[in-house]
């Protein structure tokens, strides 16, 4: 007993001793790289429960679902491949082609968000109580995260940690920029903060003005692009059907034929998105 007694007292001194020492933060694998990226998309699409290995497992079981079908309705595995592939890619095109449409309903509810926070300080209220009160006040679709932070908060107590939480589930860059002024606010303190909310619901709305004005001019360039490439491949689906048509394909240089076109139609198609599209703003106050 008395071995047990020092041991037990021995641990107690240690775990004491230790406590006085900071503990270094766990690295996150979602921080930085592809992951991110993905995770990122997958937030601001509203797809839970997928992380983004599942999302790769199911974009390779949907191409390979495909192929497999496309070779036993037309036996050419030149072709079969080539809608292998792009079946396969139709996941991802799914998932950011939904967080592209959210990012940009959103993106119209941030100036509101900016003005019920300057409200709350302006009536007194505390800055958590101030993004708290979005859970219940602001606007509906953003209503989840907000109340969520509300709950953490009054859970732990520690405003910058369920800041943090907060942007993770948002995963939007002008989040991002809201809540790092609000934390800068929180820890430097100052009277601006009214001023300064002020400004960057006028900045937001500026922002969202102009977008609006580019995006409605170049949409048609979208279109045109997304028609060019769907264009060929429908002709090709046709073709598959007259069996005489298709047999051109079963050889060396029929697949040298589709692969060549795969590839232009994907790279064309990049850089008209990259001509046409406005950038994505990206997360660097992650």
Do not use: N
Not at 158 to 186: G, H, N, Q, Y
Request: charged share 20%; with cysteine.
């Amino acid at each position: 007993m008395g071995v047990v007694a020092g041991l037990l007292l021995g641990a107690g001194l240690a775990c004491l001793w230790w406590s006085w020492w900071p503990v270094p933060p766990a690295a996150d694998g979602r921080r930085d790289g592809w992951s991110a990226r993905v995770h990122d998309v997958l937030t601001q699409a509203e797809v839970t429960g997928v992380t983004p290995g599942g999302l790769v497992a199911v974009s390779g079981l949907v191409g390979v679902v495909v192929a497999a079908v496309a070779f036993l309705v037309v036996p050419v595995p030149a072709v079969s491949l080539c809608f292998g592939v792009f079946a396969a890619m139709a996941p991802w095109t799914l998932v950011r082609g939904r967080a592209r449409r959210r990012l940009a309903a959103t993106r119209e509810l941030w100036p509101d968000v900016v003005d019920h926070l300057a409200s709350g300080v302006r009536a007194g209220l505390s800055l958590p109580e101030a993004v708290a009160q979005l859970g219940d006040r602001g606007p509906t679709e953003l209503r989840p995260p907000f109340r969520a932070f509300a709950e953490d908060y009054r859970a732990t107590g520690r405003f910058t940690e369920s800041l943090d939480v907060l942007k993770d589930r948002l995963a939007d860059p002008v989040a991002d920029r809201i809540i790092e002024a609000l934390r800068l606010t929180r820890d430097v303190g100052g009277t601006d903060l009214g001023r300064l909310l002020r400004t960057l619901s006028s900045f937001l709305r500026d922002d969202l003005r102009t977008r609006g004005e580019i995006e409605a001019r170049q949409g048609w360039t979208v279109y045109a692009a997304r028609l060019a490439v769907a264009a060929p491949w429908v002709v090709l689906a046709m073709l598959s059907t007259r069996p005489e048509a298709i047999r051109a394909y079963d050889s060396t240089a029929g697949a040298l034929v589709l692969v060549a076109g795969a590839v232009s139609t994907v790279v064309a198609y990049r850089l008209m998105l990259r001509v046409a599209r406005l950038p994505d703003d990206p997360r660097v106050l992650r």
